[in-house]
Structures are given as structure tokens and as C-alpha cells.
């Protein structure tokens, strides 16, 4: 069962520390946004800076408050994730948006009944990127060592 937590919009300023221990990570997480009765459904590593992002450009969806969102656990396979949400409810998307007619309590409802693999591949990440700046340092230095 996933947990999602909850937050309305006196309690955004609480995301804020959300984001930063992601900070300097490869962890993000999944969202739902409430915008009147549809959902904005996305992904970000900075979520506090994306809800302020979105609050302030609320305008461009009918000039509609932001009401309660969501957001999953941490993970690295966010975008993936965002991904699948998508497809599960594509058939409620609002055409030429990003948004869904979708209910909050439904979604948060569905969400956490859903069987969603949240991965953290923080150490294979990090061990290509390592393997990768070897091969560019060798590669730059013509496999001279230092």
C-alpha cells in the first residue's frame, strides 16, 4: 500500500523541508495538485519550488486556486512513475492540458492501492557517473595519470 501525505494550502510551506532533503540527491517525488475539481498530476526533485511555481501560474487553468496535494514517498524512478499515472488515467485527461477530472480524494484513494514500485537506484546511479568521469578523465588526459 503507498502512503501519500497530504498537505492543504496553509501547510505548503512544510513541503519546504521536503525539498531540502532531497537536495543534492537523485530522489523526487510524485504529486497531485488540486486545481478546482481536476488534478495537475507531475513529478519534481524540488517540490516546494514546483507548487509555488504552479500556485503562482494558476491563472493559466482558468485562474483556479490550488487547493489540498499530494505527494508520494521519495524515490528515483519518479519520472517513470509520473509516467504510469498518466496512462492510468489518460482517459480522464482534460484535451490540450495537464490536467485530469479527476477527484482528489479518488486519486489519493487509487494511489495508495495501486502496487507502484518506488525504487532507489541513488548507488547505481552514482557508480555510472563515477565510471563515467574515469572514462572522460582518461579519455581528456589521453590515459596519462595525474
Known amino acids: 500500500m ?4 497530504v498537505f492543504t494550502n496553509s501547510e505548503f510551506g512544510e513541503v519546504i523541508n521536503l525539498e531540502k532533503s532531497l537536495k543534492d540527491t537523485y530522489l523526487g517525488i510524485v504529486y497531485a495538485i488540486e486545481y478546482g475539481d481536476m488534478l495537475k ?3 519534481s526533485s524540488k517540490p516546494y519550488s514546483r507548487i509555488m511555481a504552479l500556485k503562482r501560474n494558476a491563472e493559466k487553468y ?3 486556486q490550488i487547493g ?3 505527494i508520494s514517498q521519495s524515490h528515483t524512478n ?3 512513475v509520473e509516467s504510469f499515472l498518466h496512462g492510468v488515467f489518460s482517459q480522464y485527461r482534460k484535451e490540450g492540458t495537464e ?4 477527484k482528489f480524494d479518488d486519486f489519493v484513494r487509487d494511489f495508495e492501492e495501486m502496487e507502484i514500485d518506488f525504487k532507489d537506484e541513488t ?5 555510472r557517473s563515477q565510471a563515467f568521469l574515469a572514462g572522460m578523465k582518461n579519455f ?7
Open 68 to 70: 489540498r496535494v499530494c
Open 41 to 43: 498530476i507531475g513529478h
Open 2 to 5: 503507498n502512503e501519500l501525505m
Open 78 to 80: 519518479h519520472k517513470e
Open 62 to 64: 482558468g485562474n483556479l
Open 140 to 146: 581528456i588526459l589521453g590515459g596519462r595519470n595525474e
Open 99 to 102: 490536467l485530469f477530472q479527476v
Open 123 to 127: 548507488k547505481e546511479i552514482e557508480a
